[in-house]
């Protein structure tokens, strides 16, 4: 009886990865054993990073890889114009330099803003995604592919 041939993953199959994410230094910023299960998406379905997606094509189930993605293909570089000043008093007041608050869109979805300054006025917040302008760094292991 001839080998099994593998299933290679292929743009929209459902997959599951286990993960580790780091970035260059080594810190884990993100892993799937933190969320007690594997991540589970449709490849290029728009469900996670481009670069996480373009990686995992042509994978076979319990093949590992480890590969760093580039902020292009993350979550874009860091954009000096999303940092918003808006009046202090519009803000909780116990609000300090370096605290990650939630802001919530006019769509009702809520988005994490880093307050990077505060004044008697104004606090100034960074609408950027937290891991704007850094490389990803990811270990990753194909645990599914429906």
């Known amino acids: 009886m001839p080998a099994k041939k ?3 993953i292929k743009d929209s199959d459902t997959v599951k990865i286990e993960y580790t994410g780091s970035f260059d230094d080594g810190e884990v910023f993100d892993a799937s054993e ?4 594997p991540l589970e998406f449709k490849v ?6 481009k670069g996480f997606d373009n990686a995992v094509l ?3 189930k319990d093949e590992e890889k ?8 993350a979550y874009g570089d ?5 940092i918003k000043k808006l009046p202090k008093d519009k803000l909780p007041p116990q609000v300090k ?8 869109l006019p769509n009702g979805a809520q988005l994490p803003v880093l307050v990077v ?3 008697d006025e104004f606090v100034s917040i960074d609408v950027n995604h937290p891991l704007a302008g850094k490389a990803l760094n990811f270990k990753i292991k194909v645990v599914g592919i429906n």
């Open 66 to 73: 480890s590969f760093r993605i580039e902020p292009k293909d």
């Open 6 to 8: 593998a299933v290679l």
């Open 44 to 49: 290029c379905g728009g469900q996670v990073i």
């Open 58 to 60: 042509g994978m076979k």
């Open 117 to 119: 300054d505060v004044t």
């Open 34 to 37: 933190k969320h007690g299960a």
């Open 78 to 82: 860091h954009n000096p114009d999303m």
């Open 97 to 104: 330099k370096g605290s990650m608050l939630m802001m919530q």
